[in-house]
């Protein structure tokens, strides 16, 4: 039922009314409250607090209707809508109704038929106006819902410049830039004793809240694995983790990886690589950047239970230095839709040797960012640099 309020001092205003709209009354479409001053129109709001819609004469005793719309304003009842009421030649007063808010007028003599479509049409507006508020409603909550998945998410990853200060050995530092407010990208480390440091970059194949939740269940799982089980083989437990994702996967989700452990003794590093992008190595001897090569048959996590997942390994030497990234760095597009490649990151880490992961990651993302330029950034970027000392 739509309540309508009805502000006229003649007191045929109301009976024209009620005799007009009678179906609507009996079928409980409309209900009509009637005021005869701006006052008692000011009274019968604050009682009832679903009118929709004001009907109101301009001249009127006590408070006239021009006065009365300016009153709505003050106390804030901007959502209703009102249409005005007067005589055919004043203009003048009908124009500063609409310009203090008035949605629309009539004029007397009434014509009920306008007075019936005029309605129609308010009631219309006002259906949509709320349809947009509660769309708007909508939209804030889940803005604020994706602020603290977004607040979430982060206090997930380590975020601390230099996490193991009093382990000369080696530095770490990593960051995750995502496209949405929540993203598919992760990274992790940890000691998982005092000579073996385990690693992980990976991206969740989807973007937005699925890939982040997912995101947060294959963090986990990594980082209960290794910290719980630091001396398992790192093939068995990967081929855990994969048989566990790849389980119930009803959305077809897949997480490209890439997991090492650090012998923080000899710089030796065993890797199983999960489908990911190959990681850069600058060569502290040389300056050289060397690309981790990738042997056939590193498949991403999720899709296949049972996998059969192998390690490889090779060498840090003092000084060198390990970047790993996800697509987001190569596949990053400008405002003319050229894809920028690796290509650039690789000259640019040329003059980055010696520099510390936490320049290094600044660097590239520093470099990414001016190239996306005013596009928009389509894919999370997520870089782990590693500096071992020896």
Known sequence: ???????????????????????????????????????????????????????????????????????????????????????????????TAMNRGAFDFITKPINLEDLDLTIKKTLNEIEIYQTLQHDRDS????????????????????KKANPYPDRKEFELHGLLQPAKSVGGDLYDYSLISDNR??????????????????????????????????????????????NILAKDNPSLMFVTAFAAVLDIKTGEVEYVDCGHEQPLIIRNATGEIEVIKKKDGGMPLCLVEDFPYFSQTFKLEPGDIFVSYTDGLEDALNEEGTRITIQPSIE???????????????????????????????????????????
Do not use: W
């Open 1 to 95: 039922m739509i309540k309508i309020l009805c502000v006229d001092d003649e007191m045929d205003m109301e009976m024209l009314v009620t005799q007009a709209f009678r179906r609507q009354i009996r079928n409980k479409e409309y209900e009509f409250v009637f005021a005869h001053h701006g006052l008692d129109a000011l009274s019968k709001l604050a009682e009832h607090k679903d009118i929709k819609l004001v009907l109101s004469d301009i001249n009127m005793p006590e408070m006239d209707g021009l006065t009365f719309l300016s009153k709505l304003k003050e106390n804030n009842l901007t959502d209703l809508r009102t249409i005005m009421v007067s005589a055919y030649g004043d203009m003048e007063n009908i124009r």
């Open 139 to 158: 939209l804030t909550a889940i803005q604020k819902d994706l602020a603290i998945a977004y607040d979430i998410q982060q206090s997930m990853l380590p």
């Open 197 to 242: 440091l385990f690693f992980l970059i990976g991206d969740v194949s989807d973007k937005g809240v699925p890939a982040a939740l997912f995101m947060a269940i294959t963090r986990t799982l990594f980082k209960t694995h290794f910290d719980s089980m630091p001396e398992a083989d790192i093939t068995k437990q990967i081929y855990h983790i994969n």
């Open 348 to 390: 640019l880490l040329k003059t980055l040797k010696g520099a510390s992961p936490a320049r290094v990651n600044a660097t590239l993302l520093d470099n990414v960012n001016a190239y996306i330029g005013s596009a928009s950034q389509f894919d999370d970027i997520t870089l782990l640099t590693l500096k071992y000392n020896g």
